[in-house]
């Protein structure tokens, strides 16, 4: 399940990124330094814009489902004790221990004299 759960997440992170890069760039850094909309400062950030075009709507469906997907991963693993390096660690060890021919796995080493 948390598999399945991350690869959707992963994709919609991918989407999202290309949804960002698409949209118009309205510069001045949020109006910060006493540029943007006439009285300076963050007074135009938090107003209407009027309309808003598709890329913006497709980026807030993109950020809940991102923030959704997020909260839903955590949760998931908060009743998981093992962490993801953990598993693949004991996954590893097992199947170098359980190998039919260990002649295979092993390293060799030169020593220098």
Do not use: C, W
Not at 13 to 28: D, F, K, N, P, T
Not at 46 to 58: A, F
Not at 62 to 73: A, E, N
Not at 79 to 90: L, R
């Amino acid at each position: 399940m948390s598999s399945l759960i991350l690869i959707f997440h992963l994709a919609v992170a991918v989407v999202l990124v290309g949804v960002i890069l698409l949209q118009r760039s309205e510069g001045g850094a949020l109006g910060i330094g006493g540029g943007g909309s006439g009285g300076g400062g963050l007074s135009g950030f938090l107003k209407g814009r009027g309309k808003s075009s598709g890329l913006v709507k497709i980026t807030v469906l993109l950020g809940t489902i991102f923030f959704t997907t997020s909260l839903s991963l955590s949760i998931i693993n908060s009743y998981n004790n093992k962490s993801v390096i953990d598993t693949v660690a004991e996954s590893l060890i097992d199947d170098t221990l359980n190998s039919e021919n260990p002649s295979n796995n092993s390293i060799s080493v030169p020593i220098l004299e």
